[in-house]
Structures are given as structure tokens and as C-alpha cells.
């Protein structure tokens, strides 16, 4: 008996972000993508939470490879800290392997690291797994569906994608390759579940274009668009329809210019000649016949479009006939950011386009009827949401249901769950593999844990005191007295009272002389009576760290 | 010449939340509503924020009474922190000061407070101004618009509003009141503009009523349903659906237990007999013809859906057939805890039903084409936005411009601006009157500020470092080994070689006797020593506080 096919997420299924798969066949495993999430509001002072790779450590000899679906963060951006422990091939499109090159400048380890350009149609060959490449429409180009071809049979894993009939960069999901591999039967589909929740289609990017070219066309004066920096159809829109009236354009915010530069370099994004300009050209050009590309979509603080807002940005002061386009939605968690942008640019008496007002933007994901037409080409055996929330894969799962598949063929799998597929069927086996959130903070991998973060969240909350005691060595007594010091506590109006408060509190407790001198019970005496002492003044508890120095 | 209208927003204009209005005429000033705002993200430690409101306290003299529009916390919430300083009558409506009685007595308020109740229809004067309650539909009873008359002509403040033709307990917007002081035209038009984003009209609370039946009625086993503890209309909607459905009802949930209560003393809830059972009843009813409705809609860490989430709820557990309905959206900011809270129930094996999967809630304020109702019928001669951040402000203020109203009536106020309206026309003066963000923190009120949140996020993103150095008062040399504590800077496994490294650096630098102790240098080369070693190791931060014991 042939052996079975394991599939095991490591990140992305239950969560949204820090997407990474493994497939697992015999001797052979494979991962597909190896994301990145940004932190979340709780997750104090982290920068990046990245996949636990320690399944992968232990079983180095039998990982083989990486495929990548596309070069968003959440599919890419942890790539880095693979590749530092476990230098495998990495295999993707050609865009990819360019958003893939820069970050490994960054990490310096583009020497060393095997990145491998594959063109969708195409197969490459790595163990027991034979993987091709296939044409996804989504926010980025060159975004790919898997096609795992076992010998058990294929797995189609679409990673992010939408059905998108009339793409401005050309490029559209391949329903006659995925209609193909559904006339055998796939054995397993693993689809995208982001937008589940939503009804109907998810429009086209071309409605994007009009309704972009139709406010270009029509703004008093000056256009200012700012959009994510991977979203080079995006860029080509506001490109095209600058050109056509007769505007030119500038480009900026750091990753805005290096995206707008390397889809350039690689052919993704057609600038006529003379169609962009820098900001001294700007300078004398007529600001009727300028348009501005910029970084800040989501709010980010210290992007152009916030430097704008702010009035700090170096070459553009907002003027009050300013038309800006937000060509974007907030990432759930961002909205505050990027409403405070739009005040404060009507504050400055720019017009506000965004998406609550007009069709400046669309989804990259596919919504519910899309879902059902990949479905109903691929006719998988079995059946796993990825990309989602829990409640998406459940949604997801009762939507294969719904279409015919039978209760026990369409399961729901979260990180650290291991999936079986074998002659009989499939299953999850209860098996758990290391799957936690790994934070980065600075250069720390996983060394800020829930007792940092719980110490973090108590400094934030209430702040801080620390309490220094000077005490005789022979006898216990006070020297001298105690110096406070208070941070993120109470006001200054308001510390003198609270610090003498405390002095008087700890001349009270400790005056005296002893004949035994018990350091451990003097300070929990300190830090409880300090403690209770200022709940009852302020009804706060912030950390108090009494300090005994023996003289 | 008569005096000038003064206009004076303390709360609320600029912002969600923490609604606060002042009129002045002559030398009356009365203000409408006192609201709070639950605190953002970045105001770290913050319980509550409310006005300013030393303009008032200023003019004490002249500062007549507080009209209250309806019993939501963004209106009444504030309004103890004002009673404490100027103990000024207050007028509402009934169940308005049901909710406010709960919050004086929190505050031991209740026996000095001077709270009376106004039946909508009805008129108090106070000096100059005679205010009339006008019945309006919101998401919560007996709301009211207030019809502000002036000798320089009527201001009509609609509060928070929707036109519901259906509402399912009988209170409708009194557009025929509305209508009448149209005919003469209203001086001022100060109107709800919390959801002029949204297209169209917001759904009556009868399809809510429709949806919710329904789904009782086709649950195949007990029913949870979530709402705003001041809903009462969808509590009665929940009451009616579950007894016609022979199913009895538990409320559980702190408010949800008390609002019931009152607003069924008060007489807006009717509740036929038996309809609600006690926990121990519930023990005895069969599941499927039982009803839960509590709190948690925000998701809420101590609430009760968040309990029976996690599984921690006293009396209820989640059972494989359950049905949970949310009836509510998340507030934005509580989206996270919000689908957390959906992620753990389907977990448990619940259904959940939730706004984006049916009908199952509609919004509390009007839509654009109620707005443009309420402005043709009122007819003003002059408008301002209220209730809403900026750019809802300047987009309420087109619409009106785009229904033919003069560009110079139509203005954006924030808060801290004075307005002024005579008859020669309406201005903004320059004039400005404080209105910054109070917060409270614990007992304390005012006396958290920039700083104090400064150093809360500065300990939030790192957590600190104590470094404690005894040192010999003769000579400067060091006495001993540093003493070195972290807290929420770095794991448990990374500490000790951290510390260590601290101990070698600070023995480097301060080993060595002196001729001249200089302690303030000592302290700060301590400080900015640790703090760059730290930097160099970890890239992280933390706040250094060097302790220098001399001995």
C-alpha cells in the first residue's frame, strides 16, 4: 500500500496572514509559502509574527523545497528566517523572485539562497511531487495557483486569487487548466476562504480603471493617488490615465519608487516616455497637469501620504483644490490610521475619494460565487479552506457541503493539525505539530513570550514605580529616606504628593530597628504595602519594584 | 441690536463620541448632552475620556442646565464628572433618566442631582432659550430631537436619528413636528452625521424582527442571542419571538439583567407571564425551548457570550446544535475580540448567525436619503454637522450645499470652535474654547497627559531595564556587582546573558577610583552606556533607569 499524502499548516489556517503549508508524501516534504503577519494590537511592541519552522528543523533531510504563490508579505515575507536555518530551492514567478530578492538583500543572504524562476504552465519536479505552476488573477501579478500532482493524485492549492474577466495586466485565472485537471478529479482542493462571508462576484479591476480615469478627468487641479505598493495594476491605471490627459507623473514613498522601478525593469508595468517625472521636474510642472503616486493606503506613519496629511512631506504641500485617491481598504486594524489621513487632508481642503464614496477599489480575493465555479471545475475528492479564520473554514466547508460534497470528505483544519489522505479517505489524525505564534522583536526569533508581553501590557496600562530603600545591614533600619521614582503613572501636577505619600508609608513600616533583618519579607512588604497603598489613592496598579540596598 | 447665537461644540464634533453642546444667548448657556468615548488604542491605560469642560465652570453664573437627547453613554456618560463641579438641573426623557439614576448612584450623586423628565411634545424653559423634546427613532427608546427656540429664531439639534416607518416600538421620528417649523424655516440645522457615507435608507427594525423570528424559528436546538444591553426594542423583538415559538427566555449579562428589569418597571418592555426564567428554571426547560439573550455583542472580555466562548460561563455551555445570533456590528475597534468570540463558538460546534450571514441587526442613524429628508422638511437657514469625525462633517456639508443650500450658511465646526449666528448671517469667530481629550484614569481625572501616555507606550513596546550601582562616596569606585532587573524586555532563556553583559559593561566603565565624584555624570554615561549596549544586542529599546546608591 502506497503511503499517504500529510498535509500540515503550520500558519494562515484560523488566522488571517503567515501563510505556510506543508506537503508531506513518503521521504518528501514541500512547503507552499512562508508568510509573514503583521502584530496585532495586543501583541505589544512585537514587529512580525512568523511560522514555528521546528517541524521542519527536525525532519531537515527529508524538506526539499519551498514554492511560493505570489510576493505578498503574507506568503513571502518570513522566507528569510527559513532560509537562515535550512537552505532549500525556493521556486516562483518571476515577480515573486524579484519582491523575494529584496528582502533577501535585507537579511544578506541573496548569495547564498537558490531562487528559482518558474513561468506559469510549467512544472517543476522535486521528489515525489511533481508541482506546477498556474495562472491566478489576484492584488499582484504573477500570482500563481499550485497544482501538486502526487501519486495519489493532485492537489489544487489556489493560494490567494479572484476570477477577474477583464484584468488590466492580462493576466486571468486559468478555469480551462483547473477544468482539465477536474475531468479526472483533483484529489484534493485547498482554497482560498478570505472572503467567504461575501455574496456574488468580486468586480472586476477594470471597473477600478474607469472609475479612477473618470476622477482624473475630471479634478480641478492636482491628483494625488496612493494605493499598496505590490498593486502594480493599480499603478498602471493611474499611469495610463495620467497619459491620456495629458498629465505626468510623479512617484514616491520608498517602496512605491523601488515596486514602480523593478516591475519596470522585469516588463510588468508599460511607462510611455517622459510619462514620469522627478520632483525638480515636478516643480515645473503645472500642478493641473500633475499626478502623484505615493505610499500610505494604509495609513502607515511614516509614509508619504501621512507626511502629506501632516504637512511634512518634502516635496508636496497639500493645496485646497487637491483631489486625493485612497485606490485601497484599510486592512482591518489599520481603520483609524487611514481615517485620520482622510480628515486630516480635508482638513487641509484637499477632495477625498475613497471607497465608501466611489469604486476607487476592488478586492484581490473571490467572493462567494467565484468560490463555487473552482468548485464545480475541480471536483476534488476531498476538500480544506486555507486562508481564513476559523469561522471562514467552517463557512467554507458548509459552502462545499452545500454544493454536493459529501460531510466527511470536506474537513476543517487549523495550524498544528495533520491531515491524512490515503486510498480510504481523508482524516485529521490528532497528531499536533509545533504551530504558535513566533514573535520577532528587534533581533529576537521567539525569545518575546506571554510573560513578556503580560509584563509589557501591565507597564502599559498603569505605568510604573520604583521604590529605592536604603536599610542598615546590622539592624533594619531606615538610613535614609526612599527615593521614588514614577513613570507613565500620574501626572507631574500630581507626583510629588504620591511619592511623599509613599516616603511616609515606608518610614512608617521600616523606621525601626530589628534584631533580625528578614530581606525577603521586606521587600514583598514593600512591594504589597506600596501596591495597596496606591490603588486606594488612584485606583490604579502599576508595577511597583522595591529595591533594598544594605548599607 | 440682539445678542449673537452662540454655538459651542466641547465633544463630539470632530470625533465619535464624548457628544457635549453649548448655546448661548445673552447670558444663558445650556448644553445638550455629556457624553464620554471609550478610549482609543494608542491612549494606553485609559479607562474613560470626556470633555473639558472648564468653559462652563468659567462661566458658572451664567450656565443654566444640561438637556439630555437620549440614554446612550456617548451622550450621558460624562455627565457625573460635570454634576460634581456644577450641580445644574438636567432634563430628559423617562427611560433617559432610568439610565442616568444607574450612573448618579454609581457616583453617589443620586440624593443632590436634579434630574427631570420631559414627555417628548413638551417644552422647558431655561433664561432665554425654550427647549421642546421632539420624538426621534434610535436605537434605543425614547430618544428625542430638540427643537431649541431662541428670539433669534429655532435651532433644531437632532441628536442621534434614523426614520424607521415600522419601528417595532411605536416610536417614530416626529416628521410632521419637523415639517412645522419648516414652514417659518428653522435658524439652525444641526444634524446627526455619523453614517452620511452610507448610500440609501437604513433598514426598518421590523426586517431585524422578520430575520430573528425566523431564525428561532428554525433553530434546531437552544437559541443565544447578543445585543446591546440598551436595545431594548430588540430585547422585546427576541421576548415576542421566542414566545410565540413556545421557548422561554434566561437573561444573563450584568447591564442586559438590569436594563430588562427597568425598562420593564419603566413599562417598555412587555413581557408576558412565565416568558423569563430563573437559571434553576432553565435547568428544567428542555434546551430547545429555551431562549438565552445576553451580553458580549462587543465582545467584551467579562461579558457573558465571551464566557460561554470560552467556556467559563457560570451557567451555560455551548452545545454542538446551538444557535448564536449575534444582533449587533462591532463597534470599529472591538472587530478582533468581536470574531474572536464567533471563532470560539463555532469552535464548540455552534451555528452562528451574524450580520454579514443575515439580516440579523440594521444601523442606529440615518442613511443619506433620510438626511436629505430631515433637511428639505427643517428648511434651515443655516447647518452644521454633528456627531461624526471630519470628513463626515465636510461631506454632510456638500450634501446640504448640493440641496441648495449657500455655501456660506452650510459650515464645518469642531470642537473648541465658536459659532456665531445674528442676523446679519452665521461665522465661525477664530474664538477658540478648550476642548482637548480628558482622560480618566482610575480616581484620576485630567491629570494623564501626553507624557504620561508617552512613557506608557515607551515601557509598552519594550518594557524597561533597572540598573542599581552602589558606589563609594569617597572615590567612585564601584562596590560591588550592579544590580540588574528586566521586566517585558527579553525572555526568561536570554536574560541571564544580558544581564551579565550589562554587569561587565557598567565594571568597565565605572571600576575605577576617582578624584572627583560627579553622580549626575555617572547617572546619565550609565544610562546612555546601557541603553546603546542594549540597542547593539537586541535592536530593542527598553526604557534604561540607572540607580546610583552611594555608600
Not at 495519489?152 to 486571468?172: N, R
Request: charged content about 25%; glycine content about 8%; proline content about 5%.
Amino acid at each position: 500500500m502506497s503511503p499517504a499524502l500529510r498535509v500540515i499548516p503550520l500558519g494562515g489556517l484560523g488566522e488571517i496572514g503567515r501563510n505556510m503549508m506543508l506537503y508531506e508524501y513518503g521521504e518528501d516534504i514541500i512547503a507552499v509559502d512562508v508568510g509573514l503577519m503583521f502584530p496585532e494590537e495586543e501583541m505589544l511592541g512585537v514587529d512580525l509574527v512568523i511560522p514555528d519552522i521546528s517541524y521542519v528543523i527536525d525532519h531537515a533531510d527529508r524538506f526539499k523545497a519551498v514554492f511560493l504563490t505570489h510576493g505578498h508579505e503574507d506568503h513571502i515575507g518570513a522566507l528569510p528566517f527559513l532560509l537562515k536555518e535550512l537552505n532549500v530551492p525556493v521556486f516562483c514567478t518571476r515577480l515573486t523572485r524579484g519582491l523575494v530578492d529584496v528582502k533577501l538583500k535585507e537579511h544578506r543572504l541573496q548569495n547564498d539562497a537558490h531562487v528559482q524562476v518558474v513561468e506559469v504552465g510549467n512544472t517543476v519536479e522535486v521528489g515525489a511531487f511533481r508541482v506546477e505552476f498556474v495562472s491566478v488573477s489576484h492584488s499582484i501579478p504573477d500570482a500563481a495557483a499550485l497544482l501538486i500532482h502526487t501519486p495519489l493524485g493532485t492537489v489544487v492549492h489556489t493560494g490567494d486569487f479572484k476570477i477577474d474577466h477583464t484584468p488590466v495586466m492580462g493576466q486571468h485565472t486559468d478555469l480551462q487548466r483547473l477544468a482539465e485537471i477536474g475531468k479526472e478529479g483533483a484529489l484534493l482542493l485547498a482554497m482560498d476562504s478570505t472572503y467567504i462571508e461575501i455574496e456574488g462576484y468580486t468586480p472586476s479591476e477594470q471597473t477600478v480603471a474607469d472609475a479612477i480615469e473618470r476622477v482624473i478627468a475630471d479634478a480641478p487641479d492636482r491628483v494625488i493617488v496612493t494605493t499598496f505598493a505590490s498593486l502594480i495594476s493599480r499603478i498602471q491605471i493611474v499611469i495610463d490615465a495620467a497619459t491620456k490627459h495629458g498629465r505626468r507623473v510623479f512617484v514616491t514613498g520608498r517602496s512605491m519608487v523601488n515596486n514602480t522601478q523593478m516591475a519596470r525593469e522585469l516588463g510588468y508595468l508599460k511607462v510611455p516616455p517622459g510619462a514620469l517625472i522627478t520632483a525638480r521636474e515636478m516643480d515645473n510642472q503645472p500642478t493641473a497637469k500633475t499626478v502623484v503616486i505615493c505610499t500610505g493606503s494604509q495609513g502607515e506613519p511614516t509614509s508619504a501620504l501621512t507626511r502629506m496629511a501632516n504637512g511634512t512631506h518634502q516635496n508636496i504641500v497639500i493645496q485646497r483644490n487637491d483631489t486625493v485617491i485612497l485606490s485601497s481598504n484599510p486592512v482591518p486594524g489599520n481603520e483609524k490610521l487611514v481615517y485620520r489621513n482622510i480628515d486630516n487632508l480635508y482638513k487641509a481642503g484637499a477632495h477625498v475619494i475613497y471607497n465608501r464614496l466611489a469604486p476607487v477599489h476592488v478586492r484581490g480575493h473571490a467572493a462567494q460565487e467565484e468560490l463555487k465555479i473552482i468548485h464545480r471545475l475541480v471536483r476534488p475528492k476531498h476538500f480544506i479552506g486555507i486562508h481564513g479564520e476559523y469561522r471562514h473554514l467552517v463557512l467554507h466547508r458548509q459552502l462545499a457541503i452545500t454544493l454536493g460534497m459529501d460531510e466527511k470528505d470536506a474537513l476543517v483544519l487549523t495550524d498544528g493539525d495533520v491531515m491524512e489522505i490515503d486510498e480510504d479517505g481523508a482524516r485529521v489524525t490528532g497528531e499536533r505539530v509545533p504551530a504558535e505564534y513566533v514573535y520577532v522583536d528587534g533581533l529576537g526569533i521567539g525569545d518575546v513570550d506571554h510573560i513578556v508581553l503580560r509584563d509589557r501590557q501591565h507597564l502599559a496600562s498603569d505605568g510604573m514605580v520604583v521604590v529605592v530603600v536604603a536599610i542598615d545591614r546590622q539592624n533594619g533600619a531606615l538610613l535614609r529616606r526612599p527615593e521614588v521614582m514614577t513613570h507613565g503613572f500620574v501626572g507631574p501636577e500630581e507626583e510629588p504628593t504620591i511619592v511623599e505619600g509613599i516616603q511616609s508609608l515606608i518610614a512608617d513600616r521600616l523606621g525601626r530597628e530589628q534584631t533580625r533583618v528578614d530581606w525577603a519579607g521586606i521587600r514583598d512588604t514593600l512591594k504589597d504595602d506600596v501596591a495597596t497603598y496606591l490603588h486606594e489613592q488612584t485606583r490604579r496598579r502599576p508595577l511597583v519594584l522595591p529595591i533594598t540596598v544594605e548599607v
